[in-house]
């Protein structure tokens, strides 16, 4: 508010002023306006800090050089230490051989660099808070600077020559570094295309096995009695999984002998396939096949309990079955037509 004042004060005196229809009233309050004027501005000015120099080794600076960065810290309100608060001069720092380096920091540090030798006075430096307005300012600061050319230098007008090139020790360790990575990048890579190799001869060895030539119905329906007998549902009693195991294998053999849905069928209706359809299978092996049937049903289908004579009977009259109803093979059609005798 105060500052608002100052302002419209100093800017109705310049009106005044530069007014020649007010020229009376000028030289009337002209001096009531210059104390107030005179007020604001010693109002306006804030608090005046000190500053001391500092270091953050905790060593004071003794020879200072032109061109050094010094550190300078603000004696006083710790409040500046909120955050956000600027430093700027009020004049041409140039001018007077000064130029800042950094702002203040939390420690209320800053940095400032002379730009020339001799007993130098840093002027008053404006002090700004985080919403820009001025909240104080630095007293001044004298500090002696020393040349840095050297006493001594027959021309302190010639800049001195370039520092010859550096030596610096070969890397040695960078490049045992690379050159083992690069081993074991080659070693991964040699790695994997041996493994890549080996699996790919691996697949074409398979693939040049030729394949077992498929079983016929008779060998497949062969190994599942002898799988079948393995299991020794006789001798543990369990007779009605033994009679329908032997009944879905003469089934499923039936089918793939003669092409039909066997497995799905009944006994009644595997009958009347047999009776009604055309095909080669013997009348004999038809009778063999009924009365085996039925001794299947009986159990499978009923109380009864059979003797284990009766279900080794079962097994080996299914197996009779498959031998006298299986294709005849070639091999067998050429003993056939030379007049040699084949067991069945």
């Known amino acids: 508010m105060e500052k608002l004042l ?15 229809v007010m020229g009376s009233l000028w030289r009337r309050y002209s001096s009531t306006l210059a104390a107030l004027l005179l007020a604001c501005a010693s109002s306006y000015a804030g608090t005046v800090y000190d500053i001391e120099l500092y270091s953050s080794s905790g060593q004071p600076t003794a020879d200072v050089k032109v061109g050094d960065k010094i550190e300078l810290r603000i004696v006083g309100d710790e409040a500046l230490m909120a955050g956000g608060s600027t430093i700027s001069g009020k004049e041409d720092l140039q001018d007077n051989g000064w130029e800042i380096i950094s702002g203040i920091d939390s420690r209320l540090v800053f940095s400032v660099t002379p730009l020339k030798s001799g007993q130098l006075t840093l002027p008053s430096l404006f002090i700004k808070g985080a919403d820009g307005n001025t909240i104080g300012e630095t007293g001044p600061f004298a500090i002696s600077v020393n040349s840095a050319i050297k006493a001594d230098d027959k021309n302190p007008q010639q800049p001195e020559d370039a520092s010859p090139p550096v030596g610096l020790p070969y890397p040695w360790l960078v490049v045992v570094s690379g050159i083992t990575i690069l081993l074991i990048i080659i070693g991964a890579g040699i790695y994997a295309f041996l493994k890549w190799r080996k699996s790919r001869m691996a697949k074409s060895t398979v693939a040049c096995i030729p394949a077992e030539p498929p079983k016929s119905e008779d060998e497949i329906a062969l190994a599942a009695l002898d799988a079948l007998e393995k299991m020794g549902y006789i001798q543990k009693g369990k007779f009605k999984p033994h009679y329908f195991r032997l009944s879905e294998i003469i089934k499923t053999y ?4 003669y092409d039909f849905d066997a497995v799905e069928s009944t006994s009644w209706e595997i009958l009347f396939y047999f009776r009604n359809k055309k095909h080669d299978m013997p009348g004999q092996v038809i009778d063999e096949l009924r009365g085996f049937f039925e001794s299947l049903d009986l159990v499978k289908f009923t109380d009864h309990i059979p003797h284990n004579e009766a279900a080794t009977g079962a097994m080996i009259a299914a197996r009779n079955l498959v031998i006298n109803s299986r294709r005849i093979r070639q091999a067998q059609m050429n003993i056939a037509a030379s007049g040699g005798v084949h067991a069945p």
């Not at 100052?6 to 020649?20: E, K, T, Y």
């Not at 039936?254 to 002998?257: E, F």
């Open 6 to 20: 100052c302002v419209f004060l100093r800017n109705a005196a310049s009106d005044i002023i530069g007014s020649q």
């Open 254 to 257: 039936l089918g793939a002998r």
